[in-house]
């Protein structure tokens, strides 16, 4: 049961999620500022939900790990011996103590507190000085597993009841994306920021094509109109994608020579997706960019953004360098132009002059945000 000012927000949501696209607006502006509406995201979306961890490349030896934060929940991932990814809650079964910290490797999992060590499986195998515990065994002792995926490279979790197969939501995506390869791109960046936005205003600039012309004109927009080579799609129930076309390769979007395995359009194509909820990425054949972005609190928004990079360029010793130079400073770039405009739109919603506006048809995307949102906290 939520307050009527929460209530009323839900049913605008649903109103909006109800209508053709065509008459379709933008999300009502108190949602960005409602604590129960977040309340709801959080226990919905961000502990029942999907969520991007990293890259399996992130890891490839047994005992290779990644650790994050979902909202207030330590989690880690770790390679196991048999090559598989399991993923587990970041807290000792003894007295709650943070286990794993940062990206890194272990043979065994060690509490930094008081050394009760887990096998890479999470079974507890040691606990000095508890042999006078009445009734204690190690092998009543295993870590919180929790449910983990990969799909094309990237590594899933959940927290709570295992949501759909990350690979059966995604199928219809799969086969259109499949042949770029991407769980065959390099990691080369990773970096770790806090905006001063909703993060829901972040998802939806993401999709957002419309903002190209203005926001991204010394950047993406640098050599012509995206608007004029985009094509948006009505999303799934688990995603929401559009692509840009280039045609002659101005963009530097353009597969490598010896990329024999891209055909045709794809070779010069940009694939823009978000995985509902908070998932975004940007595919292309020369880069993969992706953001995993998680509230703070209403008014903050932690971002782990990362880049890869296809193996056949890496591997070009005359271009590896220059193209990773090249494409750092554009996300760079783009980053230092979204940024000011998304923090500044999560503060001029609070107005009282804030409304729902119409939504343009480069903005598709968005809308099919929305929708997911409805569908998820209006039960």
């Known amino acids: 049961m939520v307050s009527p000012s929460a209530d009323k927000l839900l049913q605008l949501l649903a109103n909006n999620a109800k209508v053709p696209f065509e008459n379709a607006h933008s999300l009502p502006p108190a949602i960005y500022h409602n604590r129960e509406i977040l309340d709801l995201e959080i226990d919905r979306l961000f502990r029942n939900e999907w969520i991007c961890l990293g890259r399996t490349a992130e890891m490839p030896r047994p005992g290779d790990f990644i650790s994050r934060d979902i909202i207030d929940a330590p989690v880690f991932a770790i390679r196991q011996k048999d090559r598989s990814i399991k993923a587990f809650s970041n807290v000792c079964l003894h007295r709650s103590a943070c286990l794993l910290s940062g990206d890194g490797h272990v043979s065994r999992i060690s509490c930094p507190y008081h050394s009760w060590t887990y096998e890479l499986g999470g079974q507890l195998i040691g606990a000095p000085f508890m042999?006078?515990?009445?009734?204690?065994e190690t092998k009543n002792y295993s870590l919180n597993e929790l449910a983990c995926e990969v799909w094309e490279g990237f590594i899933y979790i959940s927290m709570g009841s295992k949501p759909a197969s990350v690979e059966k939501s995604l199928s219809e995506l799969t086969s259109l994306i499949s042949g770029f390869r991407m769980a065959d791109y390099v990691p080369v960046f990773a970096e770790e920021e806090t905006w001063d936005t909703n993060w829901k205003c972040l998802v939806e600039n993401f999709m957002d094509v419309y903002h190209l012309h203005r926001v991204h004109k010394n950047s993406f927009s640098k050599y012509g109109s995206s608007e004029d080579q985009t094509t948006l799609f009505p999303g799934?129930?688990?995603?929401?994608?559009?692509?840009?076309?280039?045609?002659d390769g101005a963009r530097s979007v353009q597969a490598h020579p010896e990329n024999t395995w891209l055909h045709g359009p794809d070779r010069l194509r940009t694939w823009l997706i978000n995985i509902f909820p908070s998932h975004t990425i940007q595919l292309q054949p020369d880069m993969l960019w992706y953001l995993s972005i998680l509230p703070d609190g209403l008014d903050k928004t932690r971002i782990r953004w990362a880049v890869s990079i296809p193996g056949e360029i890496l591997d070009s010793a005359k271009i590896k360098q220059a193209h990773i130079d090249e494409v750092m400073a554009l996300l760079h770039q783009?980053?230092?132009?979204?940024r000011p405009i998304v923090?500044?739109?999560f503060s001029t919603t609070r107005s009282p002059d804030a409304v729902q506006g119409p939504l343009s048809y480069l903005e598709?995307?968005?809308?099919?945000?929305?929708?997911?949102?409805?569908?998820?906290?209006?039960?």
């Open 236 to 247: 799934g129930d688990a995603f929401a994608y559009h692509y840009v076309q280039d045609e």
């Open 334 to 338: 783009v980053n230092s132009e979204d």
């Open 131 to 136: 042999q006078e515990t009445a009734g204690f």
């Open 364 to 379: 598709r995307n968005v809308w099919d945000f929305g929708r997911y949102l409805n569908r998820k906290l209006n039960l």
């Open 343 to 345: 923090e500044s739109v």
